[in-house]
């Protein structure tokens, strides 16, 4: 089965090389771009398996949004590219990529999560408390 990604980054340069990395990486994988959370929800309704969603939006943003759940309800895995102040990591998220990034560090992160069936969720405001 072919690979799916979904790539969220604002900056056009960025998800062109993080894109180059993933195909780099997964030769004959499925790319998609998104500049936000709206276009990256709009994204994920039309597709299907996606693997990892890589976000280089603030993490707080995407925290707040319905996207976490959308790329769980995927079976995926949430890749933070801009975690200022920690607030993933404090949420329980799995990969978070500290920027400068290299092609390296994102094909690492990827081949890990190509081999981990588990998806990874942080913890975000559609949670509530036992």
Do not use: C
Not at 43 to 66: F, I, K, N, Q, Y
């Amino acid at each position: 089965m072919e690979k799916q990604f979904l790539i969220v980054e604002p900056n056009p340069i960025v998800a062109l090389d993080l894109a180059e990395a993933i195909s780099e990486t997964f030769v004959g994988a499925t790319v998609s771009l998104a500049t936000s959370i709206e276009d990256a929800r709009a994204e994920l309704s039309v597709m299907s398996g996606v693997l990892a969603t890589l976000v280089g939006l603030p993490s707080a943003d995407v925290l707040a949004s319905d996207l976490p759940g959308d790329v769980e309800d995927q079976g995926g895995h949430l890749v933070f590219l801009n975690d200022a102040g920690g607030l993933a990591r404090r949420a329980g998220a799995r990969f978070v990529v500290s920027r400068p990034f290299s092609s390296e560090m994102i094909s690492d992160i990827l081949v890990r999560i190509a081999v981990d069936p588990q998806p990874s969720r942080p913890a975000s405001h559609r949670e509530t408390p036992a």
